[in-house]
């Protein structure tokens, strides 16, 4: 028996995210960024320099969900959590960051660090998206 048979038992919850996964999510959403950007450029007259990104995130247990809510509030982001609609057994975490520049370079490091963030508190990030026309 190892380890994580040990805990399973306990009652501990399981992994949610594996090494796999994260590295999975990190790629393809790095990945998706020039094509995202560039459909939000065709969508505004004027493209906007600072956005706001909505964000996602999914886990396994609620306890996970509000360590991790707690976290991203810290960092003045706005973010709700609750049992998933229609997924049984997850948890969506979902919410808006602070203002961050439109250019692939910021939007990468930023996806790049919310996998990250999302992997530590063991949340998988599923993306991001945003909308032109945020009031000032």
Not at 66 to 80: G, P, T
Not at 85 to 90: E, H, K, Y
């Amino acid at each position: 028996m190892g380890i994580e048979d040990l805990l399973q038992s306990a009652g501990a919850p399981k992994q949610f995210v594996s090494v796999e996964k994260f590295e999975e999510s990190l790629e393809r959403q790095t990945r998706i960024v020039p094509e995202t950007l560039e459909t939000l450029r065709h969508l505004e007259e004027k493209p906007s320099e600072f956005l706001r990104l909505e964000f996602f995130f999914y886990t396994n247990t609620a306890g996970k969900a509000k360590e991790f809510s707690d976290f991203l509030k810290r960092r003045k982001y706005s973010v709700e959590y609750g049992k998933a609609s229609g997924i049984s057994n997850l948890f969506l975490l979902t919410g808006w960051s602070d203002k961050i520049a439109i250019s692939e370079k910021s939007i990468v490091a930023w996806a790049t660090e919310m996998c990250e963030f999302g992997y530590q508190y063991d949340c998988e990030f599923d993306g991001w998206g945003t909308t032109p026309d945020q009031e000032e």
